[in-house]
């Protein structure tokens, strides 16, 4: 499926200061030396970096230029290493309708998953899948694979995955602070053990977390913030809960339960236990299409993101993102 809402290679484009002071390598993703101011005479269009104001004033411009917008955004398989340290990532989301994080209104992803719910990816959605699971990936990878030490018990055990305090996928996605005590509340009240999972950025300092500090105030609940990866974390995993964070959709790719306290944009298509209150009860109605998590991991994996090679910044398809990031993670003794 061709990804005809893309700009056209070549399309001179602007962004804010900020995106073209932090994010340089973002030019290579649209076959361009470098992206322009957004005031920039000649312009063919703009591109927006995450939710805050300069982004909305950036989409406002371009709006009173008469010039189309595209939203970015890191892809669900990033690189070895983490944004915040400036590691270059292998893939972007490119997305001409909206953010996929943002339950208000459909986004090119949420009407790729819908379609894909009656096409043949399948089979398409399976071999990512395979091989996601068979390489233990996820979104950073920057963490080694070994077995989490967490205490002993013949219970079910549930994890609640933190999130960055401030992150706009939070209210984006229809939660708040309150979605976080409303998850902890009802994990407590199961007969389940109740394991918390610390934010990577939070792990490494960068930032603060919504549920780590409360979680380590309630008794019984056990707060993990070992650096262990994802794939690792799940295998001792019985169900995942999140308000929306990614780690719900690593979940599913590997079969597991989840539940989900707000609309991430694998919520609502009745693959998740949707727990949903407020502005994400929208995505109920909108969302009705029922693909198979096959087919929506072909719409999040192959048919939406871009990917290039960060080594010279070759377009490159899933596959090829995928054994060069398991490579990378050999070749730094973290398998």
């Known amino acids: 499926m061709d990804k005809d809402w893309l700009p056209q290679p070549g399309t001179r484009l602007g962004a804010t200061f900020y995106v073209r002071r932090s994010q340089p390598w973002l030019s290579h993703?649209?076959?361009?030396?470098?992206?322009?101011?957004?005031?920039?005479?000649?312009?063919?269009?703009?591109?927006?970096?995450?939710?805050?104001?300069?982004?909305?004033?950036?989409?406002?411009?371009?709006?009173?230029?008469?010039?189309?917008?595209?939203?970015?955004?890191?892809?669900?398989?990033?690189?070895?290493?983490?944004?915040?340290?400036?590691?270059?990532?292998?893939?972007?989301?490119?997305?001409?309708?909206?953010?996929?994080?943002?339950?208000?209104?459909?986004?090119?992803?949420?009407?790729?998953?819908?379609?894909?719910?009656?096409?043949?990816?399948?089979?398409?959605g399976s071999e990512i899948r395979a091989a996601l699971i068979r390489e233990k990936l996820s979104k950073y990878n920057n963490l080694p694979h070994r077995s989490p030490k967490l205490e002993a018990t013949t219970r079910r055990r549930v994890l609640l995955v933190d999130q960055v305090y401030g992150d706009v996928s939070v209210p984006m996605a229809g939660g708040s602070a309150a979605s976080f005590e409303r998850m902890l509340q009802d994990a407590v009240a199961s007969d389940m053990q109740c394991v918390v999972r610390t934010h990577p950025d939070v792990m490494a300092g960068f930032r603060k977390g919504y549920l780590t500090e409360q979680a380590r105030r309630t008794p019984g609940v056990v707060v993990t913030a070992e650096p262990v990866s994802v794939a690792s974390m799940l295998?001792?995993?019985?169900?995942?809960?999140?308000?929306?964070?990614?780690?719900?959709?690593?979940?599913?790719?590997?079969?597991?339960?989840?539940?989900?306290?707000?609309?991430?944009?694998?919520?609502?298509?009745?693959?998740?236990?949707?727990?949903?209150?407020?502005?994400?009860?929208?995505?109920?109605?909108?969302?009705?299409?029922?693909?198979?998590?096959?087919?929506?991991?072909?719409?999040?994996?192959?048919?939406?993101?871009?990917?290039?090679?960060?080594?010279?910044?070759?377009?490159?398809?899933?596959?090829?993102?995928?054994?060069?990031?398991?490579?990378?993670?050999?070749?730094?003794?973290?398998?």
């Open 235 to 335: 295998e001792v995993i019985d169900e995942v809960w999140t308000v929306s964070s990614q780690m719900g959709l690593d979940a599913l790719i590997r079969g597991t339960p989840v539940r989900c306290y707000a609309a991430p944009s694998y919520a609502g298509w009745g693959l998740t236990d949707d727990h949903f209150e407020g502005k994400s009860r929208v995505v109920a109605r909108r969302r009705r299409a029922r693909p198979s998590i096959d087919q929506l991991v072909a719409a999040a994996f192959s048919l939406y993101p871009c990917y290039r090679d960060t080594n010279g910044w070759r377009e490159i398809d899933v596959f090829t993102a995928i054994e060069t990031l398991a490579a990378e993670r050999r070749q730094m003794n973290l398998d």
């Open 29 to 124: 993703y649209f076959g361009i030396d470098r992206l322009d101011a957004t005031l920039a005479p000649g312009i063919g269009g703009v591109v927006l970096w995450g939710g805050r104001i300069p982004a909305k004033t950036a989409r406002a411009i371009a709006k009173l230029r008469g010039l189309p917008s595209w939203y970015l955004e890191d892809g669900f398989l990033r690189s070895v290493g983490l944004g915040k340290e400036n590691t270059l990532p292998i893939s972007i989301q490119i997305d001409d309708l909206g953010m996929p994080v943002d339950a208000s209104r459909p986004s090119r992803l949420e009407v790729l998953i819908a379609a894909s719910a009656g096409m043949n990816f399948g089979g398409l």
